[in-house]
């Protein structure tokens, strides 16, 4: 713990957040932080499902960081510590699980746990990371005791359900290894083996089954809302995410090659290998891996396609095969990888620690000094732009370890100190060189050898273009944006687009509406290609109330949007004002038509054209309601808001409208909102196949809005009770399992 509060005081101590989410985590907490502290975010409006992929899982920060505190960064900082130090113990236990003594855990902990890839995962706050991690070395652990009972099998699914629920890409690794563990279970022998692969099969299956009921917090409202979603199978289907050629395979064992992904194992890994082959591999490591053969499998199949020339064809074959493709990140198994090759390092040093370097023959001195040449030659060339100090000492300990060890494989003889000390002693010294030489992963961004700056003071992109729309008035005001991803103002204001695995339908229509040239083939929102503010279509601004636009210069040029003003630039992007900011944000619409619901893009020109005559655009099976006599030509009325609370679940509004017709909020339509107007109960309709609609009278009217998500309690009050009863059985297996001690009666006389 010492290292890591070394590792990481610059964070701590700075007022700065890291990996630059800090812009858009703070205004995201204030937007979805309800009334008691916790999350209160109806994903359906804004964004998408489950709850915890959206946007990258910062939501688990709400009970802890109050964005209005002057402790708001120190706080973040320290929940992104904590992940990281938990990580760290899960290793520890795997390793203790495994025999492993505790001060050669505690070495495989550390290396593993401050790795690169934890250090990525922790800096951007992506908890789900975290979990699927935590989860997957819980795995192996569990695995680790041969032919376990039901208290582990209980485990086993509790487990796979809490990833389920973060990531199912974590969940597919938990069933391979669990069924590879069955598999090759060495208790029970081959003579049936189509008996052996029933029995493998059937308890992998029970165990998913009963994981799926632990994460139903997650998958019934998924289900059940895919109405609401823009949702395909063959979206899943995708192409591997690969290193970027066989540089990417040495990056696990040699520091600073400039590839992605940033892993790291450490300097013992090689070393490892060499002396196994040398004095043998322990029992218990040559059985745990064993158990696990189809991860290895499926990690290796992942190192193969990044190899050039072979590589390609297999990753394209990989990528036609739907849900398994979905994992399609080569930091999962890079995940598998940074967590098991530490500790089986760990165990080889273990069992071979009192031997001596003079006992290392000939082959191996070659094979090590052939190694450290390799890492002192790329440490030097790659490493000094990142962290001068750290390549430096690794450049300097890798070319002397070259040279002493190619020095002595001729057979000269070596220097009687060092030939004296234990491979203990020695790989010691490389856990904490391999530490030393990820540090630099704390401080800089994704990889060593760039220049980026890692911790970022926590204020706007765009403070003075933000300001001049926060301080907007205006009850309802709506910003749409040229940009990528999850945008700060909406979270402060409207919500927005996120990162998500869920795509609402109402978004779809949303960007269709905004540009013909917009593409709907991608599967995620934030996937979308941006659209230029000058493609943008005037009629469509207007239907959703845009307010704002906050457009990048150069792809705007000097070319006007109708109805909007330039107000202020700021950093190459310039703020556009609507000009006629006496209207109303709201209309009613006292004309409509019913259509059979249409696709996306085929629906764009019916929806535009039907807004240009003042008419309401609704699906077939939506209820009807009595249009207005009076209803003027042109137009749709646009109405006085009188009052206005706006919340991520909940919306209050006192209008004046002298029609009666379908207000229209034009806010992703869900089938969880609820409305009650002047007292009473009316129903919401699928206003222009996307937005929410709601019947009024003319006049005044009070109108209430509620979102309750019905599937999600379903779901969450399984998940409660399948956990309740896991847990019972895990506390009540290990509670037998457990020694007890019988006093014996003291020898009378």
């Not at 998958?219 to 066989?246: C, E, R, W, Y």
């Not at 006496?582 to 619409?589: A, H």
Request: charged share 15%; with cysteine.
């Amino acid at each position: 713990m010492g290292i890591a509060g070394l590792l990481w005081s610059g964070t701590i101590r700075s007022d700065a957040t890291p990996y630059g989410d800090g812009s858009r985590i703070m205004p995201w907490l204030s937007f979805v932080s309800g009334q008691d502290g916790w999350p209160a975010w109806n994903p359906y409006r804004n964004g998408g499902y489950p709850l915890s992929a959206d946007p990258e899982q910062f939501w688990y920060l709400v009970p802890f960081v109050d964005p209005a505190s002057p402790w708001a960064n120190l706080s973040l900082n320290l929940c992104l510590f904590a992940l990281l130090v938990a990580t760290v113990g899960a290793c520890w236990l795997l390793a203790r699980r495994l025999g492993v003594d505790p001060v050669w855990s505690a070495a495989a902990a550390l290396t593993a746990g401050f790795g690169e890839l934890n250090f990525v995962a922790e800096q951007s706050a992506r908890v789900g990371g975290f979990i699927g991690t935590l989860t997957l070395i819980g795995v192996f652990a569990l695995l680790a005791k041969r032919r376990p009972g039901w208290a582990t099998h209980a485990g086993l699914a509790l487990l796979t359900g809490v990833s389920l629920i973060m990531m199912l890409q974590y969940t597919i690794v938990h069933v391979i290894a669990i069924f590879s563990a069955y598999l090759t279970d060495p208790e029970v022998r081959w003579k049936q083996p189509l008996m052996r692969l029933l029995d493998a099969g059937l308890r992998t299956a029970a165990i998913f089954a009963a994981g799926l009921a632990v994460a139903a917090i997650t998958i019934v409202p998924t289900i059940m809302h895919l109405s609401d979603a823009k949702f395909t199978l063959d979206a899943t289907a995708q192409a591997p995410i690969l290193a970027s050629n066989g540089l990417g395979i040495l990056r696990f064992v040699v520091p600073f090659v400039p590839v992605w992904p940033p892993v790291f194992a450490g300097f013992l890994v090689v070393p490892a290998v060499l002396i196994g082959i040398s004095f043998g591999f322990p029992e218990r490591l040559r059985t745990w891996w064993r158990s696990l053969i189809l991860v290895v499998l499926f990690c290796t199949l992942f190192l193969v396609m990044c190899i050039p020339i072979a590589g390609p064809p297999l990753a394209e074959l990989y990528a036609n095969l739907p849900i398994i493709s979905s994992m399609r990140q080569f930091l999962l198994p890079a995940t598998v990888i940074d967590i098991l090759v530490p500790i089986a390092a760990a165990m080889v040093f273990a069992a071979h620690h009192a031997r001596h370097i003079s006992q290392l023959g000939r082959a191996t001195r070659l094979g090590l000094a052939i190694y450290f040449l390799v890492c002192g030659s790329v440490a030097a060339v790659f490493g000094y732009a990142a962290s001068p100090v750290g390549a430096s000492i690794a450049t300097a300990f890798c070319a002397t370890a070259a040279a002493y060890f190619g020095f002595t494989a001729s057979g000269r003889r070596g220097v009687d100190g060092l030939e004296r000390r234990s491979l203990g002693q020695t790989g010691m010294a490389l856990v904490a060189l391999s530490l030393a030489t990820v540090a630099p992963t704390a401080f800089v961004e994704y990889l060593p050898g760039t220049d980026t700056k890692l911790h970022v003071d926590n204020k706007p992109a765009l403070p003075q273009l933000f300001s001049m729309i926060l301080a907007d008035p205006s009850s309802y005001v709506r910003i749409e944006t040229d940009y990528r991803g999850v945008q700060t103002l909406h979270a402060q204001r409207r919500g927005g687009a996120t990162f998500s695995l869920y795509f609402p339908r109402g978004q779809a229509y949303t960007f269709a509406n905004l540009s013909a040239k917009v593409s709907l083939a991608e599967q995620r929102p934030h996937w979308i290609e941006p659209i230029p503010c000058n493609e943008m279509d005037p009629r469509a601004l207007d239907l959703l109330s845009v307010d704002y636009l906050l457009c990048r210069k150069r792809p705007l040029g000097d070319s006007a949007i109708a109805s909007f003003s330039r107000i202020g630039a700021e950093k190459g992007t310039i703020l556009l004002k609507r000009n006629d900011r006496n209207r109303s944000s709201l209309r009613v619409y006292c004309r409509w038509r019913a259509l059979d619901t249409p696709m996306p893009l085929q629906a764009r020109d019916d929806v535009l054209n039907a807004f240009d005559r003042g008419e309401v655009l609704v699906p077939k099976d939506d209820q009807a309601w009595p249009g207005d006599p009076a209803c003027p030509p042109g137009r749709a009325t646009q109405v006085v808001i009188s009052a206005i609370e706006d919340h991520a679940d909940a919306m209050r509004l006192s209008i004046d409208s002298p029609v009666s017709g379908l207000l229209v909020i034009p806010d992703n339509f869900a089938s969880g909102w609820s409305a009650v107007v002047n007292g009473k109960p009316v129903p919401i309709a699928r206003a222009f196949f996307a937005y929410r609609g709601i019947p009024i009278a003319a006049g005044r009217s009070e109108i209430s809005l509620a979102y309750t998500d019905t599937p999600f309690w379903i779901g969450r009050w399984i998940s409660i009770a399948s956990a309740v009863v896991l847990l019972i059985v895990v506390v009540t297996g290990f509670i037998r399992r457990r020694p007890v001690d019988i006093a014996v009666p003291p020898a009378s006389g």
